[in-house]
């Protein structure tokens, strides 16, 4: 068969704007956003490859197994060398590897193409791309793909044109070439080129079969609703029962005998017949031949185009700034080891700037203090630090000590220090990452015996030895660990508060610095084993001060004397109050208290046992208190302050970026570790991105 040399008419198209659409698809941006273009369309074996023959004049092969396989686009440009360059452009979903793979593949000849050498280039595609030659052989490799063909024809000749040529619909599988899956993935791929509201579509229709068979002039009538131009191509007029927007257009292809003909001319044949046949000489010349269907699709086509420009680059502007949001939104890469610690390095970073301004209780540093009211940690601290002073000051003691030193009441042994409610051990609620560190009750007794004379009474008894106006060493011991039973869940339950409040601070402060939950539950289950072990020493300090506490009790301050002597001193006035007298002064007012010193010498109001244990209760009275103050300045101190506060081993400061720097590879990768689904998203946005930044600068110029 004869084929001139491949050229279009001249002023098809404005060369500077297909050449910007051509860039476009070759970058990708038609990945994203519809492009003008012309797209053939038709059911397989509708003549579709002999009108696209006609229009382009290039030599399609005729031994390629089936008619079209993939998309192919075929771009012809205005150059001074002669040359057809074939390349292959990967799908939207291949992978890495595979989309290097077709890349590569390019084949470049300074000549026009020939029928012989298209049809070597066109198995070698099939090849590169997996297709299958024959699906009965159960290769398992497809039939039909996804990716597109590009052929770019240059020559001096050539005008700037474009067009992009799909696989023709079928319904049935042709046995040992197609299958029904096969049909399924074309139905699946054309409407997706013809859905495309800047494309003019061009739907071939053969003249030899009843046009409501044809399943491409549905899909094109239901593209013709929503405003999608299209220009129909027969063979033979079949009517005006399925008009299309612009209309339709006869053309006369080669028969079966004349294709293989070399020498025949297909321009000549085409003319011959619609100017000698009737009733074809009888028809509008403009609508009939392949010379009237390109000029026809001059005019759509550069009406398209110069519309649908300034629109392109609108919404490739609109596509980048929502790509780029979407990239923003999904944080910094974090696929390898470097990445995943710079990105947890500055959530550390952010992390310790508000540990520093919180511990400096600097709340009008940021404005997330004024938010959450759990950041505003030392506030809590203190809080909980005076809480838990009154609480051991009025309830921490089981027994009463006596002040007035009258006679106890037989049958009243109890008072509530409470109300009879109860004493509430904790502030803050538990919270489930530390489930191993509660144990006891959140409630103790509140009872405060008011006998402690009868009960010192018995313990004097039950110990006492040969001492004369002594007692045994250890009864101290005994009673102080006895009085101060309380102190042990009261300080358990202080520290526990305060552990949470660090704890709660930390899972609080990580939301507001880490939006991603998965980021923040890796952060938190690196770190909670050594956060665990800062509570348990925490903890294990307050066992330790009761335990010096109750070992053996001794002390160096001053006030115990003090606060002994005080307390003798009471008793002894209480027990020669009854012998005083008021000894008015010279003016009539009431004066001092005065007592006989023969009073005095004869005062004999308790007996040894009762004198001992009365002086056992005043030692208590007076070491209980300096031991209770004590007491609560080392737990508040040691355990709160220092291990939970201001230590350089604080749970706050654990966080930090010399602990991200201490991490490894596993432990990155479980913090800062992208899923799959987010790899995913990062990959497809980062390419929207690059393609959309490409196809801004090819757009650069256009109104």
Same mark, same amino acid.
């Given at each position: 068969?004869?084929?001139?040399?491949?050229?279009?008419?001249?002023?098809?198209?404005?060369?500077?704007?297909?050449?910007?659409?051509?860039?476009?698809?070759?970058?990708?941006?038609?990945?994203?956003?519809?492009?003008?273009?012309?797209?053939?369309?038709?059911?397989?074996?509708?003549?579709?490859?002999?009108?696209?023959?006609?229009?382009?004049?290039?030599?399609?092969?005729?031994?390629?197994?089936?008619?079209?396989?993939?998309?192919?686009?075929?771009?012809?440009?205005?150059?001074?060398?002669?040359?057809?360059?074939?390349?292959?452009?990967?799908?939207?979903?291949?992978?890495?590897?595979?989309?290097?793979?077709?890349?590569?593949?390019? *084949?470049?000849?300074?000549?026009?193409?020939?029928?012989?050498?298209?049809?070597?280039?066109?198995?070698?595609?099939?090849?590169?791309?997996?297709?299958?030659?024959?699906?009965?052989?159960?290769?398992?490799?497809?039939?039909?793909?996804?990716?597109?063909?590009?052929?770019?024809?240059?020559?001096?000749?050539?005008?700037?044109?474009?067009?992009?040529?799909?696989?023709?619909?079928?319904?049935?599988?042709?046995?040992?070439?197609?299958?029904?899956?096969?049909?399924?993935?074309?139905?699946?791929?054309?409407?997706?080129?013809?859905?495309?509201?800047?494309?003019?579509?061009?739907?071939?229709?053969?003249?030899?079969?009843?046009?409501?068979?044809?399943?491409?002039?549905?899909?094109?009538?239901?593209?013709?609703?929503?405003?999608?131009?299209?220009?129909?191509?027969?063979?033979?007029?079949?009517?005006?029962?399925?008009?299309?927007?612009?209309?339709?257009?006869?053309?006369?292809?080669?028969?079966?005998?004349?294709?293989?003909?070399?020498?025949?001319?297909?321009?000549?044949?085409?003319?011959?017949?619609?100017?000698?046949?009737?009733?074809?000489?009888?028809?509008?010349?403009?609508?009939?031949?392949?010379?009237?269907?390109?000029?026809?699709?001059?005019?759509?086509?550069?009406?398209?185009?110069?519309?649908?420009?300034?629109?392109?680059?609108?919404?490739?502007?609109?596509?980048?700034?929502?790509?780029?949001?979407?990239?923003?939104?999904?944080?910094?890469?974090?696929?390898?080891?470097?990445?995943?610690?710079?990105?947890?390095?500055?959530?550390?970073?952010?992390?310790?700037?508000?540990?520093?301004?919180?511990?400096?209780?600097?709340?009008?540093?940021?404005?997330?203090?004024?938010?959450?009211?759990?950041?505003?940690?030392?506030?809590?601290?203190?809080?909980?630090?005076?809480?838990?002073?009154?609480?051991?000051?009025?309830?921490?003691?089981?027994?009463?000590?006596?002040?007035?030193?009258?006679?106890? *009441?037989?049958?009243?042994?109890?008072?509530?220090?409470?109300?009879?409610?109860?004493?509430?051990?904790?502030?803050?609620?538990?919270?489930?990452?530390?489930?191993?560190?509660?144990?006891?009750?959140?409630?103790?007794?509140?009872?405060?015996?008011?006998?402690?004379?009868?009960?010192?009474?018995?313990?004097?008894?039950?110990?006492?030895?040969?001492?004369?106006?002594?007692?045994?060493?250890?009864?101290?011991?005994?009673?102080?660990?006895?009085?101060?039973?309380?102190?042990?869940?009261?300080?358990?339950?202080?520290?526990?508060?305060?552990?949470?409040?660090?704890?709660?601070?930390?899972?609080?402060?990580?939301?507001?610095?880490?939006?991603?939950?998965?980021?923040?539950?890796?952060?938190?289950?690196?770190?909670?084993?050594?956060?665990?072990?800062?509570?348990?020493?925490?903890?294990?300090?307050?066992?330790?001060?009761?335990?010096?506490?109750?070992?053996?009790?001794?002390?160096?301050?001053?006030?115990?004397?003090?606060?002994?002597?005080?307390?003798?001193?009471?008793?002894?006035?209480?027990?020669?109050?009854?012998?005083?007298?008021?000894?008015?002064?010279?003016?009539?007012?009431?004066?001092?208290?005065?007592?006989?010193?023969?009073?005095?010498?004869?005062?004999?109001?308790?007996?040894?046992?009762?004198?001992?244990?009365?002086?056992?209760?005043?030692?208590?009275?007076?070491?209980?208190?300096?031991?209770?103050?004590?007491?609560?300045?080392?737990?508040?101190?040691?355990?709160?302050?220092?291990?939970?506060?201001?230590?350089?081993?604080?749970?706050?400061?654990?966080?930090?970026?010399?602990?991200?720097?201490?991490?490894?590879?596993?432990?990155?990768?479980?913090?800062?570790?992208?899923?799959?689904?987010?790899?995913?998203?990062?990959?497809?946005?980062?390419?929207?991105?690059?393609?959309?930044?490409?196809?801004?600068?090819?757009?650069?110029?256009?109104?």
């Amino acid at each position: 068969m004869h084929h001139p040399s491949a050229s279009l008419p001249s002023n098809m198209v404005d060369p500077g704007h297909l050449d910007k659409i051509d860039k476009l698809f070759a970058c990708g941006v038609g990945d994203h956003i519809h492009l003008p273009q012309l797209v053939v369309v038709g059911d397989q074996s509708s003549g579709k490859s002999s009108v696209l023959e006609g229009i382009t004049k290039l030599p399609f092969p005729r031994d390629s197994g089936l008619c079209t396989r993939f998309a192919t686009q075929i771009t012809f440009r205005r150059a001074q060398a002669i040359s057809t360059t074939i390349t292959i452009i990967p799908h939207k979903g291949a992978t890495p590897a595979y989309a290097e793979k077709l890349c590569a593949f390019k *084949v470049l000849t300074h000549a026009v193409l020939e029928p012989v050498s298209f049809s070597k280039t066109m198995k070698d595609v099939h090849k590169l791309l997996g297709l299958s030659d024959n699906p009965s052989d159960g290769d398992n490799k497809s039939t039909f793909s996804e990716d597109v063909l590009k052929i770019e024809v240059t020559g001096p000749e050539q005008e700037h044109f474009s067009v992009v040529d799909v696989p023709g619909i079928f319904r049935t599988a042709t046995k040992g070439m197609t299958t029904l899956a096969d049909a399924s993935m074309i139905k699946a791929m054309v409407p997706r080129y013809m859905i495309n509201p800047r494309s003019v579509m061009l739907v071939v229709i053969p003249a030899n079969v009843d046009i409501a068979t044809q399943e491409i002039i549905t899909l094109a009538e239901e593209a013709d609703l929503d405003g999608h131009p299209e220009v129909g191509v027969m063979q033979l007029i079949k009517g005006d029962r399925h008009p299309l927007q612009l209309g339709w257009c006869l053309v006369r292809n080669l028969g079966q005998q004349q294709s293989q003909d070399n020498a025949a001319d297909r321009s000549a044949v085409e003319n011959a017949f619609f100017r000698d046949c009737s009733p074809w000489n009888e028809l509008d010349k403009e609508r009939v031949g392949v010379d009237a269907l390109r000029s026809r699709l001059q005019e759509v086509l550069t009406s398209n185009i110069r519309r649908e420009f300034s629109n392109v680059k609108r919404e490739v502007l609109m596509k980048l700034n929502s790509a780029k949001r979407a990239l923003k939104e999904l944080g910094e890469k974090r696929q390898t080891p470097d990445e995943q610690r710079r990105f947890t390095m500055d959530i550390s970073s952010r992390f310790r700037e508000m540990v520093s301004l919180a511990l400096n209780s600097n709340y009008s540093g940021h404005k997330w203090f004024d938010e959450c009211s759990t950041l505003m940690y030392v506030t809590g601290v203190v809080n909980c630090g005076e809480a838990f002073a009154d609480a051991v000051d009025k309830h921490g003691h089981a027994y009463g000590f006596k002040f007035d030193y009258t006679p106890e *009441v037989p049958g009243r042994s109890n008072l509530s220090s409470n109300g009879g409610q109860g004493l509430k051990l904790r502030s803050t609620p538990d919270h489930p990452d530390l489930e191993d560190l509660i144990s006891g009750e959140r409630l103790i007794d509140d009872k405060i015996s008011t006998n402690i004379i009868e009960w010192l009474s018995g313990l004097y008894k039950s110990s006492r030895g040969f001492e004369l106006g002594t007692f045994d060493k250890n009864l101290l011991g005994t009673t102080m660990k006895a009085q101060s039973a309380k102190w042990e869940p009261l300080a358990h339950g202080y520290i526990l508060d305060i552990i949470h409040l660090a704890h709660v601070f930390i899972t609080d402060l990580l939301k507001l610095v880490c939006p991603s939950a998965r980021v923040r539950n890796g952060i938190m289950s690196v770190m909670m084993e050594p956060l665990m072990e800062i509570y348990r020493r925490a903890l294990e300090q307050v066992q330790f001060v009761l335990y010096v506490e109750h070992n053996n009790p001794q002390t160096i301050n001053h006030y115990f004397n003090d606060n002994l002597e005080k307390s003798r001193q009471k008793r002894l006035r209480a027990s020669l109050e009854k012998h005083a007298t008021t000894q008015p002064t010279q003016f009539g007012t009431t004066g001092r208290s005065v007592i006989a010193l023969d009073d005095i010498v004869q005062n004999h109001p308790m007996s040894n046992a009762q004198h001992t244990v009365y002086e056992v209760h005043d030692i208590l009275k007076a070491y209980y208190k300096v031991a209770r103050k004590r007491f609560v300045d080392n737990v508040c101190m040691q355990a709160a302050d220092y291990l939970l506060v201001t230590g350089p081993k604080n749970p706050l400061k654990l966080f930090s970026p010399q602990f991200v720097s201490s991490l490894n590879d596993d432990q990155l990768e479980e913090i800062a570790g992208e899923d799959a689904g987010t790899k995913r998203r990062r990959n497809a946005w980062a390419k929207e991105v690059k393609d959309m930044e490409l196809g801004k600068k090819i757009l650069v110029g256009v109104a």
